[in-house]
């Protein structure tokens, strides 16, 4: 049967043994199958993948059976699970194994899994379904955690919070904790605190000017470059961004050319597309094609070892290849 995440802690689920949580969200994910092992007890708990599984299902299927006398309830878990885990499934579900708790994990299955329908529609097994988050449900988790913490933090300042963590709720938990730790001593945060407890994986105004760059957005780019003064530092930390996103695009064209959906790719691509990027990581795709992204890659490089050497003329060098990237 199909539930919600939010359910997990309010269903009556102690007679249930099978769970398939599968979604790209991974960090709500794990939330939801650790709270169903604190339900059940941390005992006997044994992780598999399941192409470890498929090698050897007989031995797999063996030691399911096979109870040891001191244990009390075994808790497997399986990991990147596919169509291919199916029969051993059904076969270990007819057996009506007592003590036995299964939760098998996934990326996103399409309707048309067939492992997908057989947790949807039995009745003695729940099948949860995990979607990225968006600013709105982050922005709850944040609240919530707030609220619980007794922390004054302004929405604005909440909002900087969000976005820093780059619309990843793992990453939201870690800068959470760390303002948390660092209200202790002042229960109010401002937003210089913010920048200096929270990480960024790069400057934000240099990957703004990145990403405009890489879409060709003509306007935007002067924009950033008549409101920034980049210094050299700057200058060697756009080229890396640069190299970083052209890798990334590189990746996803590959990933096209091979025949996958473009929604598809850049939905689950790793590490997360933030959903604010989603948008402008499209208009770069039907710019670049990989011949394209191989030279500028290479011209990128060149550029870097030209103004490690002349250091002097390094804002002006880089400012004339984002330019020309945008004619």
């Not at 299927?61 to 075994?74: A, D, P, Q, V, W």
């Not at 960024?200 to 957005?217: H, R, T």
Request: glycine share 2%; hydrophobic share 40%.
């Amino acid at each position: 049967m199909i539930i919600k995440f939010y359910e997990i802690k309010k269903k009556e689920i102690s007679n249930i043994n099978y769970f398939l949580l599968h979604g790209n969200n991974k960090g709500l994910l794990e939330e939801t199958r650790d709270e169903i092992i604190k339900q059940r007890g941390n005992n006997n708990l044994y992780r598999y993948e399941e192409n470890e599984i498929v090698k050897d299902v007989d031995k797999f299927e063996e030691g399911i059976t096979n109870k040891s006398f001191f244990e009390n309830e075994k808790i497997i878990i399986i990991s990147r699970a596919t169509d291919k885990i199916l029969k051993t499934i059904e076969n270990i579900f007819t057996k009506k194994l007592e003590d036995i708790l299964i939760i098998i994990t996934s990326n996103a299955l399409e309707k048309k899994s067939k492992l997908r329908n057989f947790f949807e529609k039995e009745k003695k097994t729940i099948c949860i379904a995990f979607y990225e988050d968006n600013y709105q449900s982050l922005n709850v988790l944040a609240k919530d955690f707030i609220r619980e913490k007794k922390i004054i933090v302004s929405q604005e300042n909440l909002n900087l919070i969000i976005e820093r963590s780059r619309g990843d709720r793992i990453n939201l938990k870690n800068e959470l904790i760390k303002i948390d730790l660092f209200s202790q001593n002042n229960k109010k945060i401002n937003s210089e605190d913010i920048f200096k407890l929270t990480n960024l994986s790069e400057n934000f105004e240099a990957a703004e000017l990145v990403d405009n760059a890489l879409a060709q957005n003509k306007k935007k780019i002067q924009h950033i470059l008549n409101e920034n003064n980049f210094s050299l530092e700057d200058a060697i930390i756009i080229l890396k961004i640069f190299l970083r996103k052209l890798k990334r695009l590189l990746e996803i064209q590959t990933q096209i050319e091979k025949g996958d959906n473009v929604d598809n790719v850049i939905t689950n691509f790793k590490p997360p597309i933030f959903w604010k990027e989603k948008d402008i990581v499209k208009k770069q795709i039907k710019i670049w094609n990989l011949k394209k992204i191989q030279n500028f890659l290479i011209q990128v490089n060149e550029t870097e070892l030209l103004i490690k050497k002349n250091p002097s003329t390094s804002i002006n060098v880089v400012t004339n290849l984002i330019l020309e990237q945008a004619a």
